[in-house]
DNA sequence: AAAACTCCTTACGATTTCTTGACCGCCTGC
DNA sequence: GCAGGCGGTCAAGAAATCGTAAGGAGTTTT
């Protein structure tokens, strides 16, 4: 397994010296953004275990960069600010943050919220088999199969297939089936889904001009219908 | 769908007291215990949603009472603590508590760490589903049900819906309608609302020309009526 | 080296959704 | 009565989104 990732997003050089130097050692790889929008492109390309934010960047609220991030990423973000009245404690929170500490504050702390972010982050064990109709698939030996007989699908496909039916009669945006399947940096490649959609159709649906198991949602996302 | 619980574990009844009346309102189911055996009794058998922890408790230590609980539990465990030395923090942290608030804090930012420690736990349990009569808005799956039956609505249209449900009881007035949904260049176009509106009643109301759900309020907005 | 496979890209027609304007009815104030 | 504002309805054209087929580039298999 390789190492845990950490993002950091602050102006001040002199904070991400300090961060660095606190948790670079052995654990951890540390990668730096100056400002909002270098942080919201790493969260996307990098693909973090935890993000470090501070509220006070140059460009863009660090309120917009939770927000933003949020859309496609459930990557765990902890606030480091300065501030410290309630409303902003509140805002960042309900913004999609999942910790907040207010500058000053100890490493050991630090550290150890970074471990219960770690904590929460880690997916619960999944079904093994998922049954939708005639459609089966079988996460652990990734293999599908319609009727009984085995489909063969692309890696591209096979992940497609799997996050929606991870969410299984929900509809999952575009930029979130984007960013799980291709990374965060392609989430705004949408023609993507509609070529690789086809292609599931016409190895799973009875009649791919009529589609019953995976349904669009004109202008939001796709849909694994359960019943 | 019955209303979240709050088990709170502390020894002092003002802090009780406190934070009964604080929390009890309309929102949460709380519950008490006032030491550590109790608490561990009761977070077993009326399995609260979130868990509040004081650390200074006569019978148990506090942080006994976390690991107690997280050998057979996730319940998210929120501290609140008079003690601020950061050992306790990182204790109480690593015993298996999810965050850790120091005496005296702000009710506000209380309520809004346990919206994500609700966040967090939401993985598997059901969905937030609004109901109004024999309609039915399913958030997380971005699903509109009337009469049980599936009902497809555009992007403009649910995001309209969800608006006023999220509001529902209340009037929403044309330009918060309109920014929500258009953004805030388009708090003019109240034109938009009469069209979408219109579409939405033929969708979800039984006699569209006497609406019943989707009340107009002249000159003031619209309202998605509760009963 | 050829064949097979996968991925990405492009182009274009089909479909869905959005916007706009015309028209109607109702109510209110003049 | 009637003008004017407000809200509702309808439909057509514009715009955005979607589905599909096909081909090239890169990689792996045979």
Do not use: C
Request: glycine content about 8%; aromatic content about 6%.
């Amino acid at each position: 397994m390789s190492k845990t990732t950490l993002l950091v997003i602050d102006d001040e050089l002199a904070i991400r010296r300090f961060l660095r130097a606190s948790l670079d050692e052995d654990q951890f790889k540390v990668i730096e953004a100056a400002d909002g929008r270098e942080g919201l492109r790493l969260a996307a390309t990098e693909k973090p275990d935890v993000i470090l934010l501070d509220l006070g960047l140059p460009d863009v609220d660090g309120i917009s960069v939770a927000k933003g991030i949020r859309e496609w990423s459930s990557t765990p973000i902890i606030v480091l600010s300065a501030r410290e009245q309630e409303r902003d404690k509140i805002n960042a929170l309900d913004a999609g943050a999942d910790d907040y500490l207010t500058k000053p504050f100890g490493v050991g702390e630090l550290l150890a919220r970074i471990r219960v972010a770690l904590r929460h982050s880690k997916k619960s064990p999944e079904e093994p088999v998922f049954r939708a109709g005639d459609l089966e698939i079988d996460f652990a030996a990734h293999i599908v199969r319609k009727g009984g007989v085995e489909v063969h699908l692309t890696p591209n496909e096979y992940g497609l297939l799997a996050v929606l039916a991870r969410h299984a009669g929900k509809v999952v945006t575009h930029k979130h089936l984007l960013a799980e399947v291709w990374g965060g940096a392609y989430s705004e490649e949408s023609h993507y889904l509609r070529v690789y959609m086809g292609q599931l159709r016409h190895k799973l649906e009875d009649d791919p001009t009529r589609p019953k198991l995976l349904t669009t949602e004109a202008g939001v996302g796709y849909r694994l219908k359960t019943e």
